[in-house]
């Protein structure tokens, strides 16, 4: 399986190699999914392959990994002047996409041209959706981008929305049912917020090794499990 990190905050490239790696200076001859999509270098020169140790009940795995450094932010702006800069990481994944049964994509939290880059590479769609008026409003608005896209990317569909960072509170119930009614089937197991998260990521775990029997740990398993059962059908 290959990660993208398509995200300029660089998060998911953070908690696999380190702050110092995503917002530190700039490796010398190390590449990142900047140079990959600006069509400087080319995706397999730029991916690193992670042994990821076992941890109590997790088993050990094998990941290839795209990073990111914060300065993938400049191509927000230069990808604006680009020739076909909606199509750059399509082409920079195209000679590569047959060497992995799963690519995911990491997507910024906005509708920039990294992401339009994404779903123009991609064949599905999970949306992850905390609870509020402002994440349904911008969930309204990403279904309406993906139907544009839809028009030359005609494989693209949305696989699944997901509640997350909910909680026992009105707003999250009323948040759930508004997604519901707009998205049928293709509500996806709810996340609940739980602090273990956060604690996770401080200590450089993933939840499944830092509290996969909890709320969160199950949670997380649970939505796996549906995807994967969702993916088979």
């Given at each position: 399986?290959?990660?993208?990190?398509?995200?300029?905050?660089?998060?998911?490239?953070?908690a696999?190699?380190?702050?110092?790696?995503?917002?530190?200076p700039?490796?010398?001859?190390?590449?990142?999914?900047?140079?990959?999509?600006?069509?400087?270098?080319?995706?397999?020169?730029?991916?690193?392959?992670?042994d990821?140790?076992?941890n109590g009940?997790?088993?050990?795995?094998?990941?290839?990994l795209?990073?990111?450094?914060?300065?993938?932010?400049?191509a927000e702006?230069?990808?604006?002047?680009?020739?076909?800069?909606?199509?750059?990481?399509?082409?920079?994944?195209?000679?590569?996409?047959?060497s992995?049964?799963?690519?995911?994509?990491?997507c910024?939290?906005?509708?920039?041209?990294?992401?339009?880059?994404a779903?123009?590479?991609?064949?599905e769609?999970?949306?992850?959706?905390?609870p509020g008026?402002?994440?349904?409003?911008?969930?309204?608005?990403l279904?309406?981008?993906?139907e544009?896209?839809?028009?030359?990317?005609?494989?693209?569909?949305?696989?699944?929305?997901?509640?997350?960072?909910?909680?026992?509170?009105?707003?999250?119930?009323?948040?759930?049912?508004?997604?519901?009614?707009?998205?049928?089937?293709?509500?996806?197991?709810?996340i609940?917020?739980r602090?273990a998260?956060?604690?996770?990521?401080?200590?450089?775990?993933?939840?499944?090794?830092?509290?996969?029997?909890?709320?969160?740990?199950?949670?997380?398993?649970?939505?796996?499990?549906?995807?994967?059962?969702?993916?088979?059908?």
């Amino acid at each position: 399986m290959l990660l993208v990190d398509a995200d300029p905050q660089a998060n998911a490239t953070m908690a696999f190699l380190g702050r110092p790696f995503a917002a530190g200076p700039r490796q010398p001859g190390v590449d990142t999914a900047y140079e990959v999509i600006m069509g400087q270098t080319q995706a397999g020169q730029a991916i690193q392959t992670l042994d990821l140790p076992a941890n109590g009940e997790v088993p050990g795995a094998c990941l290839d990994l795209l990073p990111a450094h914060i300065d993938l932010a400049e191509a927000e702006i230069e990808l604006v002047m680009a020739f076909e800069r909606e199509r750059k990481m399509r082409q920079a994944l195209e000679p590569i996409r047959d060497s992995y049964h799963y690519i995911i994509i990491d997507c910024p939290p906005s509708l920039g041209q990294l992401t339009l880059n994404a779903l123009m590479a991609a064949t599905e769609v999970i949306i992850p959706v905390d609870p509020g008026v402002f994440p349904l409003a911008g969930l309204g608005l990403l279904r309406r981008t993906i139907e544009m896209v839809k028009r030359v990317n005609p494989d693209l569909h949305i696989s699944g929305v997901v509640p997350s960072r909910a909680s026992r509170t009105t707003l999250t119930r009323v948040s759930r049912e508004q997604i519901e009614e707009a998205f049928g089937d293709l509500l996806l197991p709810v996340i609940p917020q739980r602090v273990a998260v956060g604690e996770g990521q401080m200590v450089g775990q993933d939840i499944f090794a830092y509290d996969g029997k909890g709320a969160a740990g199950l949670a997380f398993a649970d939505l796996v499990g549906e995807v994967m059962r969702r993916g088979q059908e």
